[in-house]
Nanobody, 127 residues
């Protein structure tokens, strides 16, 4: 059984930093692409960042580029999202996701390519 467990969310002020972590089990983590998505109240779940199976390739949504960094540790089966210079509009539930196969760059950005999802962790940024 595949499990993705997120941690690290919380309530912080604008301009602060948070680091989200996702612990994976039950899948071949070292062969899976990993992504972070977020969902704000009343909105769709959208792409934030992704990293390929070995960590050489990363993708970011435009609004987080330069502020967020995705990384992975294949020895520990974890993926992290370092979030700096947080803004109130970053407030959302953040979800970790795993994809067994990603065929092209565009696929990293699409929810449908991800096979497994975590339960999410709340991130709230106060102004």
């Amino acid at each position: 059984q595949v499990q993705l467990v997120e941690s690290g969310g919380g309530l912080v002020q604008a301009g602060s930093s948070l680091k989200l972590s996702c612990a994976a089990s039950g899948l071949t983590f070292g062969r899976s692409s990993m992504g972070w998505f977020r969902q704000a109240p009343g909105k769709e779940r959208t792409f934030v960042a992704a990293i390929n199976w070995y960590g050489q390739i990363t993708h970011y949504e435009d609004s987080v580029t330069g502020r967020f960094t995705i990384s992975r540790d294949n020895n520990k089966n974890t993926v992290s999202l370092q979030m700096n210079l947080l803004k109130p509009e970053d407030t959302a539930v953040y979800y970790c996701a795993a994809a067994e196969k990603i065929y092209n760059a565009a696929a990293y950005y699409e929810r449908g390519w991800y096979n497994y999802w975590g339960q999410g962790t709340q991130v709230t940024i106060s102004s």
